[in-house]
């Protein structure tokens, strides 16, 4: 019986793109302000599947070289696989709403699961991209095949990372320190009317001493579209409570003559800077972000 051996071009292939798609998943895994993925069961996690994704991006060239086509349907169970991830995200952040501070809600818990399958594509693209691109230029010196491999996977990393990458409510608001002042049990900030929920002497003082406010002011008319989401302003407000903790309070209003949105609450760490700061780098959801063009072009067309 014969037995046909990968060729030891295609071994180099295949190792050197499977290093360079884990390295794209490894630089797209970085632990931000949110604390999200969590070390070090959370960064293993994705490492694991990085590796995998970049596994079948690398085999896909030898596998078509060699004609050995059965191999190449690997990358529709890659698809599934990269969803099932997605799904298993999805979830492991929804049987953690109760215990947050303040929930993420649906719409942030979409986003950050559709993100997490993206960047394994990161690893599969670049992997298939620098195998490629080792085939194609075929040196007689492998280390300058490697080089090229590298050279490309790098380029393609970038655009990839240039084309995903969301914008923040830094990017479409300005976001202000807002003056706290309570008038029996009702709550203002900026003049704006919050709540009537603070009911005791005691909650009525622990606001007006410990609270913080921010005041969320839309850059455009047509941004409110965006802040006014109450997904959006869930993701904020989470990302508010998880920044400076909860000690207790927390409310979110809208201004409907201006758009302002209102975010307080009475943490447990007070740094006004860090409040500003964490509102201003909540990412923009994706199922509530509206393109201008498309609206202007579509608004009154007909299917």
Do not use: W
Request: charged letters at 25%; zero cysteines.
């Amino acid at each position: 019986m014969n037995t046909e051996l990968i060729s030891t071009e295609h071994i180099v292939m295949i190792v050197t793109a499977i290093i360079i798609g884990t390295l794209a998943r490894i630089l797209t895994v970085k632990e931000d302000f949110r604390q999200y993925p969590s070390y070090p069961n959370g960064y293993l996690t994705n490492l694991v599947t990085g590796f995998v994704a970049a596994a079948l991006g690398a085999v896909a060239i030898p596998a078509l070289m060699t004609k050995n086509f059965v191999a190449v349907t690997f990358l529709t169970l890659a698809i599934q696989q990269f969803r099932d991830v997605r799904k298993a995200e999805r979830e492991s952040l929804k049987d953690l709403e109760k215990s947050e501070y303040a929930q993420r809600g649906d719409a942030y818990i979409d986003g950050i699961a559709k993100t997490f399958e993206a960047r394994n594509y990161f690893a599969l693209i670049v992997a298939f991209f620098s195998a490629l691109t080792m085939q194609i230029v075929h040196s007689k010196q492998i280390y300058i095949d490697i080089i090229a491999g590298l050279f490309v996977g790098g380029i393609i990393l970038y655009f990839l990372k240039r084309f995903s990458k969301g914008k923040t409510i830094g990017d479409i608001a300005k976001v202000e320190q807002g003056m706290i002042e309570v008038k029996d049990s009702d709550l203002y900030v900026d003049g704006l009317f919050v709540t009537n929920e603070l009911g005791s002497e005691t909650a009525a003082n622990l606001f007006q001493n410990e609270g913080l406010a921010v005041v969320i002011s839309p850059n455009e008319q047509r941004f409110r579209i965006t802040l006014d989401h109450f997904g959006q302003r869930q993701a904020a407000l989470f990302e508010a409570t998880r920044t400076l903790g909860l000690k207790r309070y927390h409310f979110t209003r809208k201004d409907f003559e201006n758009g302002r949105v209102v975010i307080t609450f009475v943490p447990i760490i007070r740094d006004v800077d860090k409040l500003i700061e964490a509102v201003k780098k909540t990412p923009l959801l994706e199922s509530v972000k509206k393109n201008k063009d498309v609206l202007k072009s579509n608004m009154f067309g007909r299917e």
